[in-house]
Nanobody
């Protein structure tokens, strides 16, 4: 059962921008810690950016200054703004979040389905 739905991937030229979104059913869940990961062909999945429940962030060195992780708690949605994109950023991007079930308080980790980002001229 999919609990995180991603959107926003696509094809962009080098130097361009994209914004990825990842939404949880806001009537059921709230967001705790959230993160974005990516996996390029033939490579392992790697961390891109994470944000703790209280808003502290951490980024991979390769994306610092270009990517920004954010969240809208009222919408139970997280975002990844990607600027100055490079061909090396080409990968499938996955969101990840600790979702707190509003009815019970139970917290469980979930992954999004992945969205393709291709940076090419």
């Amino acid at each position: 059962q999919v609990q995180l739905v991603e959107s926003g991937g696509g094809l962009v030229q080098p130097g361009g921008s994209l914004r990825l979104s990842c939404a949880a059913p806001r009537s059921i869940f709230s967001l705790n810690a959230v993160g974005w990961y990516r996996q390029a062909p033939g490579k392992e999945r790697e961390l891109v950016a994470v944000m703790s429940r209280d808003g502290n962030t951490n980024y991979a060195d390769s994306v610092k200054g270009r990517f920004t992780i954010s969240r809208d708690n009222a919408k139970s949605t997280m975002y990844l703004q990607m600027n100055s994109l490079k061909p090396d950023d080409t990968a499938v991007y996955y969101c990840n979040a600790d979702l707190r079930r509003l009815a019970s308080g139970y917290v469980k980790n979930y992954w999004g389905q992945g969205t393709q980002v291709t940076v090419s001229s």
